[in-house]
């Protein structure tokens, strides 16, 4: 019988293909028909979230709980993000949708405690706050936010940077392999 940590290849690559084709729908959704763009909508908050639950239970393994709370926490607000996105037609408003952003703060920071992440990883964590940031100020003062050139660019920097924490992490999966004999 396999070990738990016996997984760790297939974790690693699966939480890679999560972030990547997350990522990939995100950037084309919109271009396709209004049921097929909702679906798509759907399966990228399911991919995304699996993908950063996937890395929690790593760095949680690995004795990184803050960095792996962290990432628990950011599937949260992603989670709040698009559950206010399948009320949207029942008028729950902006303050809704940019709550989720509450979870991204602190998540961000959790997660850039991770030691072994360079700085410019952490860099573009601390940026994944900008958007979000300039979201809420938007909604103090105009309720519709879907014009808001803030939320593709608050949800394409988490993206990206979850493509990047993929990628690390396979880098580092492979450097470890190496290292042993």
């Not at 699966?14 to 997350?22: A, H, P, R, Y």
């Not at 979870?103 to 900008?130: E, Q």
Request: aromatic share 18%; net charge positive.
């Amino acid at each position: 019988m396999k070990a738990p940590h016996d997984e760790e290849k297939l974790l690693i690559w699966l939480q890679l293909f999560c972030f990547i084709l997350s990522f990939l729908i995100g950037t084309t959704f919109e271009y396709f028909s209004e049921p097929v763009s909702e679906t798509l909508l759907k399966i990228n908050a399911a991919l995304y979230i699996t993908g950063i639950i996937l890395l929690a239970v790593k760095l949680a393994r690995e004795g990184w709980d803050i960095a792996a709370a962290g990432f628990t926490i950011l599937a949260i607000g992603w989670g709040a993000f698009f559950a206010s996105l399948d009320f949207s037609d029942q008028n729950v408003g902006a303050h809704i949708f940019v709550s989720g952003f509450y979870f991204i703060l602190p998540s961000t920071l959790l997660i850039a405690t991770y030691k072994p992440f360079p700085w410019w990883i952490k860099a573009l964590l601390i940026w994944c706050n900008v958007p979000f940031f300039m979201l809420l100020q938007t909604v103090k003062t105009v309720e519709d936010i879907s014009r808001s050139s803030w939320v593709p660019l608050g949800f394409a920097s988490l993206h990206i940077t979850s493509v990047i924490f993929g990628i690390f992490f396979l880098m580092q999966y492979r450097k470890a392999k190496k290292g042993k004999p």
